[in-house]
């Protein structure tokens, strides 16, 4: 059974940096095809950042230069850089995987693309 069990969320200043993680189990496909989503409350999901190997990213334009989307040398972990945070960037953090991988260029960033969620990790930065 696919697991996503995300963490390092918290409560920071703004300006300041999280490191998000997700640590994926279960499966034995490749886990190049995984994504950051999150979600404000009273607003839809959106998608943060994608990851299909190395040189292979999208991110949403408001996080652009901020976040870095990267894996762990076993694969088995999702990381999310994020510096320079802003307000606007508090939501709930959920980590996503496509499997089998067949996302469209273009669809990166949809949440519908992905069928495995986790349960979220809360980031919330104060001005």
């Known amino acids: 059974q696919v697991e996503l069990v995300e963490s390092g969320g918290g409560s920071v200043q703004a300006g300041g940096s999280l490191r998000l993680s997700c640590v994926a189990s279960?499966?034995?496909?490749?886990?190049?095809?995984m994504a950051w989503f999150r979600q404000a409350p009273g607003k839809e999901r959106e998608g943060v950042a994608h990851w299909e190997g190395i040189g292979s990213t999208s991110y949403a334009d408001s996080v652009k230069g901020r976040f870095t989307i990267s894996q762990g040398n076993a694969k088995d972990t999702l990381y999310l850089h994020m510096n320079s945070l802003k307000p606007e960037d508090s939501a709930m953090y959920y980590c996503?995987?496509?499997?089998?991988?067949?996302?469209?260029?273009?669809?990166?960033?949809?949440?519908?693309?992905?069928?495995?969620w986790g349960q979220g990790t809360q980031v919330t930065v104060s001005s």
């Open positions: 279960g499966y034995t496909y490749t886990r190049d095809c």
């Open positions: 996503a995987a496509a499997i089998p991988c067949l996302v469209a260029m273009n669809r990166r960033l949809s949440p519908y693309e992905y069928n495995y």
